[in-house]
């Protein structure tokens, strides 16, 4: 299979996986359904990218950085549970799974798993938001909104939409249930390759907050900072931060 499919693929299974280790652990203490979550994804993950794409590289928010990675073509970059906090709640379908592939400089293919929506939104084809409403909505932590996105609200006369997960947050843009998505203060490589991938096939507007590019296989893997939009509130959001 393609790129494209097997990290749709691959997401969506993970997420099936979530789905039962959920049910199982329904009545376990939250923290080992945490634990289970992200170490039963990680290791279905990785089991099968090293089956399939045998010589590519990867690097997982629950594996070893192995920094041999650097030096590889392709780098499969993986959150197995994007949002445990959300999974571990039960009802919550704000929780996610990333799968992303960079190659060759860029974000090759990207699949952003929304098991408990029943929703994989992949690249390459990905339906663009349908028309926004006049007053912006920010999507922001349920617990705490960023003051960086309570500016941009106030320079866009904007409401908050408060959602758990980087990939949930993201999703909800590009399903257009949210207009902005702005983050700064830590986030890693995994917690918005696949996000950023699939924003971007929907025609979307991705940067960091000071309006570079994004890029990924670095050797920090640390990405601290992101902005996803619509293409027509990215001038002003961007001015927005900067006046910051």
């Known amino acids: ?34 634990n289970a979550g992200d170490k039963r994804s990680h290791e279905f993950l990785l089991g099968e990218l090293t089956r399939l794409r045998p010589g590519d590289a990867v690097l997982s928010e629950e594996g070893v950085d192995d920094q041999a990675r650097l030096s590889s073509e392709r780098v499969w970059i993986v959150d197995p549970l994007d949002g445990t906090r959300e999974f571990s709640e039960p009802g919550r379908d704000d929780w996610a799974v990333h799968v992303a592939l960079w190659s060759a400089g860029e974000l090759a293919a990207g699949a952003v798993g ?59 843009v590009v399903q257009g249930r949210a207009d902005v998505y702005v983050h700064a203060g830590g986030q890693y490589e995994w917690d918005n390759a696949a996000p950023v991938a699939v924003a971007a096939a929907a025609g979307l507007h991705t940067s960091r907050i000071d309006g570079s590019s994004l890029r990924y296989n670095n050797t920090d893997p640390r990405l601290p900072d992101v902005v996803v939009c619509r293409p027509e509130l990215a001038a002003a959001v961007l001015s927005a931060i900067s006046a910051c």
Do not use: C, F, W, Y
């Open 1 to 34: 299979m393609s790129d494209h499919e097997l990290a749709a693929e691959l997401a969506t299974r993970a997420g099936r996986l979530l789905l039962q280790v959920r049910e199982e652990l329904a009545d376990a203490p939250a923290a080992k359904r945490k």
């Open 114 to 172: 929304l098991p408990a929506q029943g929703v994989t939104l992949a690249t390459p084809d990905v339906a663009a938001p349908p028309a926004a409403p006049a007053q912006p909505r920010i999507v922001v932590s349920r617990t705490r909104p960023p003051a960086l996105a309570l500016t941009v609200r106030d320079a866009l006369d904007g409401t908050l939409v408060e959602m758990g997960s980087a990939g949930a947050k993201v999703a909800a």
